[in-house]
């Protein structure tokens, strides 16, 4: 599938989590939205704090969604819920659809943190790390802001292109926005359990 940012019909999955210290799980959480901004689909899984299954958790939610329409797919961070490493090549190859991620801050490396937090699998985590290899930087026109993004399945000027349809403020776009906003609510649900059965 290619990327036409200029498609009258565009549709994106921005996918998004929501964790807290001390949880065993986080939320991940996925929105369908339109050029239009419109929001046309919704789905939320799980993935472990820490763990090696983000790229399960990003597949299972476009699974589930079970959409043919969808033109592109942003992530929200290639690296969430606590050094949970999503790989990229292999969402793309599974899907088909050209797949990018968003970052907002420059950044050293982090094979130091792996090094230190996660001494029995380490090395499969920093192989997973440079797999991802580099990021570009993009600059928002409409917000002045920078991003960094890494990309399947596209090219830079199309990812800039749709970088520029779907934010409107500040540095994140919209479906990332929004999928990070319902992924804390649904946290929020869960903590509220909790916080009822400890009661």
Do not use: Q
């Amino acid at each position: 599938m290619k990327l036409n940012p200029f498609k009258r019909g565009l549709r994106v999955l921005g996918i998004a989590e929501s964790f807290r210290k001390g949880y065993e799980w986080s939320v991940l959480f996925g929105v369908v939205m339109r050029r239009d901004l419109i929001i046309d689909g919704s789905a939320c899984t799980r993935v472990k704090v820490g763990g090696l299954d983000a790229t399960e958790g990003v597949l299972s939610i476009y699974r589930t969604l079970n959409r043919s329409d969808i033109n592109a797919i942003l992530l929200n961070g290639c690296i969430i819920s606590w050094f949970n490493i999503v790989d990229l090549e292999k969402i793309y190859h599974e899907t088909g659809v050209p797949t990018i991620c968003v970052t907002y801050e420059e950044s050293k490396g982090l094979e130091e943190y792996l090094r230190e937090y996660f001494p029995m699998d380490y090395e499969k985590r920093i192989e997973m790390y440079k797999k991802l290899g580099p990021r570009d930087k993009v600059f928002l026109k409409r917000t002045g802001r920078e991003v960094y993004v890494r990309y399947l399945g596209t090219d830079r000027d199309s990812v800039e292109e749709l970088l520029k349809i779907f934010t409107l403020s500040g540095a994140t776009p919209e479906p990332l926005r929004v999928a990070n906003v319902m992924a804390r609510a649904v946290l929020n649900l869960i903590a509220c359990g909790k916080n009822v059965e400890a009661t």
